[in-house]
């Protein structure tokens, strides 16, 4: 993939992000995504899991937005 491709990726799962839109976020996993966040133990496996805590945690945190910093 090149460079540019790899930036518009970015670019749309941020927005995915922002949106707070866990069907547009979930549209960039694979079907054996996991999820772990960060400080805790457990890991979500599948899409399904994944989508459930993806939600639970958006509706946690309503003002929660992501800026890109950089992209290697």
């Given at each position: ?40 133990p ?25 800026e ?5």
């Open positions: 993939m090149s460079a540019t491709a790899w930036k518009d990726l970015a670019t749309r799962y941020n927005a995915a992000w922002n949106a707070h839109d866990v069907a547009a976020i979930m549209a960039f996993h694979a079907d054996d995504t996991s999820y772990q966040r960060h400080g805790s457990k890991v979500y496996k599948g899409r399904e899991a994944v989508a459930e805590q993806f939600g639970k945690d958006i509706s946690g945190l309503p003002g929660i937005k992501f890109p910093v950089a992209l290697y």
